[in-house]
């Protein structure tokens, strides 16, 4: 039985959403393997707008199994009052399950990752301050809380041992006040009665659902160049959002992963810092944010955009194996005359299609364009193929022959049904 994965191929917010919430209603479970509440994935139902953050986007069909894997980083707080939103929009949590192995993004983590933020001058990153930055690393350093600690007794006290260490932190090397355990632990007592119900060994659960056969779907968050191996680090997040991840998030064997679907954005956006080849800093690149709406789903931020890099979509095929391209956004990029797909980077006078590891060859990078025609911005009603502009076909197929890839899902419009749709995933 297939397990198809979804995941961004580029700096995130390139659709995944839509996608997953298309391929979801044809699977058993939606399983989330990484990232937290810093991601915003976005799915709009007969004109209701859905923002997701660290819920499975298969929620919003009823009864479908949603699985928080142990990759994730959890904010209890966040996560309940996400979990209140959507019951009042009138869905329901019933089938969600978190799993004991994954880590809580705690108080100290929020207000760690704003201060370095605000600290850093510079060499700011970016991030969404949601803490998620410190909570990983906590995981590394051995320090974390998880999902079992909450329903433990000994919560109280491994609480106490770890405050203990970042009050010293907070006190000694950012001047700040300590933060209090006795609130704190009240605080998580409350999370704790409110979480119990979902918390659970998801391995177990998605190993049992994977022998018997049924349809797996994994999603993403983030993408490919913000991976915390594979991406512009340090300008990355602290996970894997690459299909990698998949196992170490879920606890799944690799072969559990059948399908590979890469959601590649028509151009290119970036929030947050970091090096972004494609840019646009003219007036191209305001056009394509204001016809995108092109603001943070999770912070507002207004993000940066720019053409279309192969050499990037190159890279997330070849370590993620991508089997298959979600393209989206092809109405926002309708309209233009001309538009410009990067095919290669020069640098040094050299030309080169692998992405380099290093921020100064990427400084030197410039970006090789191939022209194509535009296409009228007229085709949210497109449901066949062949329907769609020629001049979008030709730049549809030219990204298939460059990536050795086939475009299998097309967005044409922000609905639910607003996709053109090349295939079954699940037979
Ligand atoms: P979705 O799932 C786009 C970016 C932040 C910052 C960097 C590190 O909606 O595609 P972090 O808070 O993770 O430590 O920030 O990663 N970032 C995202 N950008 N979409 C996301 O998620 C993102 N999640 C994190 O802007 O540059
Ligand atoms: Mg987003």
Redesign the pocket.
Known sequence: MPGVSVF?AQ????G?GRFVDFLASEADVVVRYQ?GN????TIIVDGVTYTLHLLPAGLLYEGKLCVIGNGVVVDPGSLISEIELVKSKGLSVDALMISDRAHMVMPYHKLL?GISEDNAGEAQ??????G??PCYTDKAARLGLRMCDLLSDNFGSKLRSVLAQKNEILTKIYGQPPLDADSMIDEFAEYRDKLRPYICDTVRVCYDLFKSGKKMLFEG???ML?DIDFGTYP????SHPTAGGISIGTGLPPCAVTEVVGVVKSYTT?????PFVTELHDEIGERIRQKGHEY????GRPRRCGWLDLVIVGFAVRTSGMTSIALSRMDTLGGFDKVQVCVAYEIDGKLTRDYPASLEQLAKAKPVYKEFEGWSDDISHVRRYEDLPKSAREYIEFIESETETPVDMIGVGPERSECVVRRKYFE
């Open positions: 961004g700096w995130g917010d390139e995944k990232g810093n991601a915003g994935h990752d990153i970016g991030t969404t301050k949601r998620i930055g968050a983030q993408g913000l300008y990355v997040t602290s970036r929030v947050g810092k970091g943070g789903a999770t912070t």
